[in-house]
């Protein structure tokens, strides 16, 4: 291929170090239109060349996708950090009086299943109805999914609810999960140390000292929640719920 650039251009440079108007090498980079569409995907994409920087050296950091590899690694280690929680959640009762209430839903938005979504799985069950429309506007808000053709369909999304540990607030699953780090019954539980609420050794470090409290997520088969889906918590009559 003939090239009307500059003699100076590497992509015309022999391996003599000489430059002609004949290109040898290739190049690759995003167009604009794949940048914008990455940019809607937020934190969820990171940006590379398919044409490696170094293709010989291999002791270098640069060599081959490693620059790519390793943004991806650092991306999915800072989406998998354990977020404290910055406010407690309303709780009424206590395990101990075995009247314990959290007047809290969340929801599992796995995409792409259609009519294969299935909400009787371990730790999950039928989402309240009056939860969907408030998690259907949240996916499409933040581009998950679209009610129009050009897209993802909102319909083929599964919306299930991540039942509490033990299928109950005060079942010996859910007081299971308050405690142990590897608890056996799949589910969520509250953990909030300061009001006799699970273990303190649960909370991670980076939590102690200003929000010493999480929301924990116990399934032994490592699926709850489910890769690569998206989860949304509904307190009291606020947020995605309708007609309390």
């Known amino acids: 291929m003939e090239l009307d650039r500059g003699s100076n251009n590497p992509l015309c440079q022999a391996p003599d170090g000489s430059y002609s108007t004949t290109q040898r090498y290739g190049k690759a980079f995003p167009g604009t239109r794949h ?17 490696p920087r170094n293709a ?9 996708y490693r ?6 690694v650092t991306r999915l280690g800072s989406a998998m950090q354990v977020r404290c929680l910055p406010r407690e959640l309303a709780v009424t009762g206590s395990v101990e009086n075995g009247d314990l209430n959290i007047a809290c839903t969340f929801v599992e938005a796995r995409p792409g299943l259609g ?15 009056n939860v969907v429309a408030g ?7 933040q581009g998950s999914c679209v009610e129009e053709t050009d897209g993802p369909s909102c319909t083929d ?13 005060n079942a010996a699953g859910y007081a299971e999960c308050l405690n142990v780090d590897d608890s056996s019954q799949p ?25 010493p409290r999480m929301i924990k997520f116990s ?20 947020g995605l719920a309708s007609n309390c």
């Open 35 to 51: 940048l914008e569409v990455l940019k809607g995907f937020g934190a969820n994409s990171i940006v590379a060349s398919i044409c």
């Open 187 to 211: 589910g969520w539980c509250y953990v909030d140390p300061e009001n006799g609420r699970g273990s303190y050794d649960l909370i991670p470090e980076a939590c102690r000292a200003s929000e």
């Open 219 to 238: 399934d032994p088969n490592d699926d709850l929640p489910a890769d690569g889906s998206t989860v949304f918590i509904a307190c009291g009559c606020g």
């Open 135 to 141: 998690t259907i506007d949240q996916l499409i808000e």
């Open 56 to 64: 010989t050296d291999q002791s270098r950091d640069d060599y081959g």
């Open 115 to 129: 009519s294969t979504c299935d909400c009787n799985s371990p730790g999950r069950r039928v989402i309240a109805v």
């Open 67 to 72: 620059p790519a590899v390793d943004a991806l």
């Open 157 to 169: 999304v599964c919306l299930c609810e991540i039942a509490p540990a033990g299928g109950d607030f």
